[in-house]
């Protein structure tokens, strides 16, 4: 597999055999690993084949946390190790198909809603952060300036390439909002001079790192005229994709105020809540929710949720899209409408009688205040220009019908 042409190359050890390997022997397909073989390390990067999960080589300008799970701000403020598999990685295992391994080729909005789960995975890393100037607050959420607060790289080749991006960006004295990164990534523009800040190939350099993850294998499908790389998921995958589905309808299904544990990441992780609400949203955006909700892979079938519970669990998702859109987050809407100030929202259109009764916005008032409470522990004083930079995302999410 070819690795990309920035970042390290992580070397491999090889796999112990038992005789010689005939060179002549073509490889067809990724070869399964051993249950002994650890599928994802401590800190959930790709690239080590060494018990106890040590990389090889390591840019000693990476963050801490892809390390040694440990991470430490440009403040020197203690951090929460960040998950295994990033933003990215979860909305496209919950968009591939299982055994078919491709994305849908009908869905135009996987792009666009990945290069903003890019964004907003910088910010959840103390990366980026929205401008601090008095007038930032009269603009846009989506169309205030933002700038690399910690220059170190992630260990994430996509993340790391997007960082630099942004990081030379802004010695050249040119600082962007976050719509026109996101536009600029996904080559949403008309500016020749600025084509070279497309991220090409996103989905398939994400499906080789979750290969690379032990999660996905690689094959060839035919495709009538031309043959295709799918990626289908491992027995580990199916495992994964199966805990971020419980996630997502855990948060969505609930009929508490509270946030249900489950419908949160792993323990002792950065951003637990706010994760979980990218997670759904993002997927909703991204139009490979639909099938999830309510999909039950224990009981290896589909969705039995009756239609009225479906819709009113994605009319949930646009309540939570709508107020997180909004920075303080969740702040008070017009009764039953849940949608955002100025008519925004990615799913207006799917509101109906009923669908922001007071429970609703209740249980939406409560995800508000555990976010804010984790960002405050998470970056301290300075939490609003981070997490300015996370509703200017779900803003632009919101926004996605009448953009692209």
Same mark, same amino acid.
């Given at each position: 597999?070819?690795?990309?042409? @920035?970042?390290?190359? +992580? +070397?491999?050890?090889?796999?112990?055999?038992?005789?010689?390997?005939?060179?002549?022997?073509? +490889?067809?397909?990724?070869?399964?690993?051993?249950?002994?073989? *650890?599928?994802?390390?401590?800190? /959930?990067? &790709?690239?080590?084949?060494? @018990?106890?999960?040590?990389?090889?080589?390591?840019?000693?300008?990476?963050?801490?946390?892809?390390?040694?799970?440990?991470?430490?701000?440009?403040?020197? $403020?203690?951090?929460?190790?960040? *998950?295994?598999?990033?933003?990215?990685?979860?909305?496209?295992?919950?968009?591939?198909?299982?055994?078919?391994?491709?994305?849908?080729?009908?869905?135009?909005?996987?792009?666009?809603?990945?290069?903003?789960?890019? #964004?907003?995975?910088?910010?959840?890393? /103390?990366? !980026?952060? !929205?401008?601090?100037?008095?007038?930032?607050?009269?603009?846009?959420?989506?169309?205030?300036?933002?700038?690399?607060?910690? @220059?170190?790289?992630?260990?994430?080749?996509?993340?790391?390439? =997007?960082?630099?991006?942004?990081?030379?960006?802004?010695?050249?004295?040119?600082?962007?909002? #976050?719509?026109?990164?996101?536009?600029?990534?996904?080559?949403?523009?008309?500016?020749?001079?600025?084509?070279?800040?497309?991220?090409?190939?996103?989905?398939?350099?994400?499906?080789?790192?979750? !290969?690379?993850?032990?999660?996905?294998?690689?094959?060839?499908?035919?495709?009538?005229?031309?043959?295709?790389?799918?990626?289908?998921?491992?027995?580990?995958?199916?495992?994964?994709?199966?805990?971020?589905?419980?996630?997502?309808?855990?948060?969505?299904?609930?009929?508490?105020?509270?946030?249900?544990?489950?419908?949160?990441?792993?323990?002792?992780?950065?951003?637990?809540?706010?994760?979980?609400?990218?997670?759904?949203? =993002?997927?909703?955006?991204?139009?490979?929710?639909?099938?999830?909700?309510?999909?039950?892979?224990?009981?290896?079938?589909?969705?039995?949720?009756?239609?009225?519970?479906?819709?009113? =669990?994605?009319?949930?998702?646009?309540?939570?899209?709508?107020?997180?859109?909004?920075?303080?987050? =969740?702040?008070?809407?017009?009764?039953?409408?849940?949608?955002?100030?100025?008519?925004?929202?990615?799913?207006?259109?799917?509101?109906? &009688?009923?669908?922001?009764?007071?429970?609703? +916005?209740?249980?939406?008032?409560?995800?508000? $205040?555990?976010?804010?409470?984790?960002?405050?522990?998470?970056?301290?004083?300075?939490?609003?220009?981070?997490?300015? !930079? #996370?509703?200017?995302?779900?803003?632009?999410?919101?926004?996605?019908?009448?953009?692209?």
């Amino acid at each position: 597999m070819s690795s990309s042409t @920035e970042g390290l190359s +992580r +070397r491999r050890v090889a796999p112990s055999t038992s005789g010689a390997t005939s060179p002549a022997t073509p +490889r067809t397909h990724t070869p399964a690993l051993e249950p002994s073989t *650890p599928i994802l390390s401590s800190n /959930g990067h &790709a690239g080590t084949a060494l @018990e106890g999960g040590s990389k090889v080589a390591y840019d000693p300008h990476e963050d801490d946390d892809s390390r040694n799970g440990t991470s430490t701000g440009p403040n020197g $403020r203690k951090r929460l190790p960040t *998950p295994r598999l990033t933003l990215m990685e979860e909305v496209l295992l919950v968009g591939l198909k299982d055994k078919l391994g491709y994305l849908s080729f009908w869905n135009d909005s996987i792009s666009y809603a990945l290069r903003g789960c890019i #964004v907003l995975e910088l910010a959840l890393r /103390g990366r !980026v952060a !929205v401008v601090n100037r008095p007038g930032r607050r009269s603009v846009n959420l989506c169309e205030r300036l933002i700038e690399v607060i910690d @220059e170190r790289m992630t260990g994430e080749t996509i993340l790391d390439e =997007a960082l630099r991006m942004m990081r030379d960006r802004g010695k050249e004295g040119e600082k962007l909002s #976050v719509v026109q990164w996101i536009d600029l990534m996904s080559g949403e523009t008309w500016n020749v001079m600025k084509i070279s800040y497309q991220l090409k190939q996103v989905r398939e350099r994400l499906q080789k790192g979750l !290969v690379d993850k032990g999660l996905l294998t690689t094959s060839k499908t035919n495709f009538l005229l031309f043959d295709m790389a799918t990626h289908p998921c491992t027995p580990q995958g199916l495992s994964q994709k199966a805990a971020i589905i419980n996630r997502i309808n855990a948060l969505l299904l609930s009929k508490t105020t509270a946030i249900p544990q489950t419908a949160l990441g792993e323990e002792g992780t950065s951003g637990r809540v706010i994760r979980s609400i990218a997670l759904s949203t =993002a997927s909703y955006a991204a139009n490979v929710l639909e099938d999830a909700i309510g999909y039950s892979y224990s009981r290896g079938v589909g969705s039995n949720l009756a239609f009225e519970d479906k819709e009113e =669990a994605l009319t949930r998702c646009d309540d939570v899209l709508s107020a997180f859109s909004n920075f303080p987050f =969740a702040t008070p809407v017009a009764s039953g409408s849940g949608s955002v100030a100025g008519g925004l929202g990615a799913g207006a259109k799917r509101r109906h &009688a009923g669908g922001g009764g007071n429970s609703g +916005r209740e249980a939406i008032a409560e995800l508000g $205040r555990e976010v804010t409470k984790e960002l405050e522990a998470e970056f301290g004083e300075k939490w609003e220009l981070s997490g300015e !930079v #996370v509703a200017a995302v779900f803003e632009v999410w919101g926004r996605m019908d009448s953009l692209l």
